[in-house]
């Protein structure tokens, strides 16, 4: 039975969103066990079961907003989200799934069930809609904006063995996200990795890939820093955005386009949903002893439960153990920072 | 009467496009002369009129897949492109428009024209769509991967003297692409710069600014290096055209969708236009003697014209007269590199 940890009061809709979800995917895999932390007098109402799922009381939460992750993790033990990194890091549950605060989310698994000593940093890695239908891996989209070639080089390792054994890519292409599709364009660090990238056992690296490629790309695999990727995901979600918006007022400022819609409302829905990130589940945190996934924060039940099932076939997978003998062994343990 | 001085030859459809789009602006505009620097037998039968157009005969023109910029710069003085700018540099043409390779029209510009003194890099600065219509200036997207507070304090002058002159905004703000929100956000370089420009006079400065607020921006300026600009502008080129690409398969996919189509063409239409970057003109080199403005390589005639226009209004203003007035003097001479 595999064991899932569940922060049930974070995200933007909390116990309305995670419970739903978390009876969705119990009522989908018979093999998990879900432990919700949360508020147990807003999620008893919401249980449609009680087979297969436990609730841990606690009414506090991680706000949303925080501006001061290690501080908010740190004073936060009693809160849903730490709770349930605890857990993990106790072995009371195999992994973690949130839709909390995304620095928050990656500051508690570094600090409470801690990093892997093969890897030197923990990543953020989300799945990005590509016109193909199959998500892609990008990261780091986190914190770590000064990398060096051996911290993207672990990164990638990671990623290819994640794309292999959870997303079921037999040869997963990797690619460094640059600004020239030449060996030699970029920052130093670009130029640096690339170089290395080529050596590393352990990968397929494929080259430079672009911006422009990131909706129709041809690796499985996006790899970046912490401010390339920030940047890149970002400017992917405003655009997508503002495109949705602009295309809805476009329909909406005549007749003809509201008789329009009607007419291709169903092909429109079918757009969305590409274009949709829930659809294709949450961002990994990469680096530590545990599999965690993080939902986005408005994340409803749906959404949700496509997150426990993501982090399912992590356990599944052995995606941990497997990294781990994929990964160089460091030189110094220097785990404990 | 200003002149402007066109790569006739350059860009992905040479004078196809070039020549219909001088023709257009000389029609519009009648304080203009264009100087056409191009291959004169495939010129002349695309002339609709010989008045205030002359025409420099050279057949050479610059390779739009050229991998080595500053070589092929030096090595292609008799290219269409690099004439324009000789052009420019001995005051025969008081601006120039090409659509040609941009890191060669950049590095033409560079050595050719010159750097001012007062700027000690040179920006490449596209207009980027925003959905309240006004386009709003992002810089630098071109090689400079490097930059100091400094550099970037001057380029936010020098865009903030443009989008006064040029773009008619009376009190231009600007602001910092970085990975948060806050100050203390992103690399050491982009926590110095937000301290620097915090202080520097000449310029109103709002603050960071998010990848998602890319295309709905709070501010008319977006400053950025070469790196985060080229990944920002290239993911948002990049998601715009494969939305857009999915958005043409759901509607094709069904009988609904191509009916529906019927009845919102115009709105699609309008929809397209409003995310179409030939729409609102080139980008602008910034930092040179003399304004020059780089269409899109597969600019056609209208947006062609546009880009004339554009250059029209910088010599109008007398924008680089200026930007000098507005720069604080350098140290040293380092003009010459």
Same mark, same amino acid.
């Given at each position: 039975?595999?064991?899932?940890?569940?922060?049930?009061?974070?995200?933007?809709?909390?116990?309305?969103?995670?419970?739903?979800?978390?009876?969705?995917?119990?009522?989908?895999?018979?093999?998990?066990?879900?432990?919700?932390?949360?508020?147990?007098?807003?999620?008893?109402?919401?249980?449609?079961?009680?087979?297969?799922?436990?609730?841990?009381?606690?009414?506090?939460?991680?706000?949303?907003?925080?501006?001061?992750?290690?501080?908010?993790?740190?004073?936060?033990?009693?809160?849903?989200?730490?709770?349930?990194?605890?857990?993990?890091?106790?072995?009371?549950?195999?992994?973690?799934?949130?839709?909390?605060?995304?620095?928050?989310?990656?500051?508690?698994?570094? %600090?409470?069930?801690?990093? %892997?000593?093969?890897?030197?940093?923990?990543?953020?890695?989300?799945?990005?809609?590509?016109?193909?239908?199959?998500?892609?891996?990008?990261?780091?989209?986190?914190?770590?904006?000064?990398?060096?070639?051996?911290?993207?080089?672990? *990164?990638?390792?990671?990623?290819?063995?994640?794309?292999?054994?959870?997303?079921?890519?037999?040869?997963?292409?990797?690619?460094?996200?640059?600004?020239?599709? !030449?060996?030699?364009?970029?920052?130093?660090?670009?130029?640096?990795?690339?170089?290395?990238?080529?050596?590393? !056992?352990?990968?397929? *690296?494929?080259?430079?890939?672009?911006?422009?490629?990131?909706?129709?790309?041809?690796?499985?695999?996006?790899?970046?820093?912490?401010?390339?990727?920030?940047?890149?995901?970002?400017?992917? !979600?405003?655009?997508?955005?503002?495109?949705?918006?602009?295309?809805?007022?476009?329909?909406?400022?005549?007749?003809?386009?509201?008789?329009?819609?009607?007419?291709?409302?169903?092909?429109?829905?079918?757009?969305?949903?590409?274009?949709?990130?829930?659809?294709?589940?949450?961002?990994?945190? *990469?680096?530590?002893?545990?599999?965690?996934?993080?939902?986005?924060?408005?994340?409803?039940?749906?959404? *949700?439960?496509?997150?426990?099932?993501?982090?399912?076939?992590?356990?599944?997978?052995?995606?941990? !153990?497997?990294?781990?003998?994929?990964?160089?062994?460091?030189?110094?343990?220097?785990?404990?920072?």
């Amino acid at each position: 039975m595999i064991r899932i940890g569940v922060d049930a009061n974070g995200g933007d809709f909390g116990v309305e969103a995670t419970v739903p979800g978390a009876m969705r995917a119990i009522s989908i895999y018979d093999d998990i066990e879900i432990v919700l932390y949360g508020d147990e007098n807003k999620i008893k109402p919401l249980l449609t079961n009680s087979e297969r799922i436990t609730v841990v009381h606690t009414d506090k939460t991680m706000n949303m907003g925080e501006k001061d992750p290690i501080k908010a993790v740190r004073g936060g033990k009693d809160t849903s989200l730490c709770m349930a990194m605890y857990a993990a890091k106790n072995g009371e549950v195999d992994a973690v799934v949130t839709s909390g605060p995304t620095q928050c989310v990656v500051m508690a698994a570094h %600090l409470i069930i801690r990093r %892997l000593k093969q890897m030197e940093r923990v990543a953020l890695c989300p799945l990005i809609p590509n016109l193909d239908g199959n998500p892609r891996l990008m990261l780091d989209v986190g914190a770590n904006v000064e990398l060096k070639p051996e911290h993207l080089g672990q *990164f990638a390792i990671f990623a290819t063995v994640a794309a292999k054994e959870v997303f079921g890519i037999k040869e997963p292409k990797v690619g460094l996200l640059n600004i020239g599709s !030449e060996p030699g364009k970029g920052r130093p660090i670009d130029k640096e990795t690339y170089y290395y990238l080529e050596d590393l !056992e352990g990968i397929k *690296f494929y080259g430079n890939i672009e911006g422009d490629d990131i909706v129709n790309c041809p690796t499985d695999i996006i790899l970046t820093d912490g401010y390339g990727g920030n940047i890149c995901m970002k400017s992917l !979600e405003g655009t997508a955005k503002g495109m949705a918006k602009m295309l809805k007022e476009e329909i909406k400022s005549s007749l003809g386009g509201k008789i329009g819609y009607l007419f291709m409302k169903k092909n429109l829905k079918r757009f969305a949903k590409r274009m949709d990130s829930s659809e294709v589940g949450g961002a990994m945190i *990469f680096g530590i002893g545990k599999p965690v996934v993080k939902a986005h924060g408005n994340s409803k039940g749906y959404a *949700f439960s496509n997150a426990i099932k993501q982090v399912r076939t992590m356990v599944l997978s052995n995606l941990i !153990e497997k990294v781990v003998e994929a990964l160089p062994e460091q030189k110094k343990d220097d785990n404990n920072e």
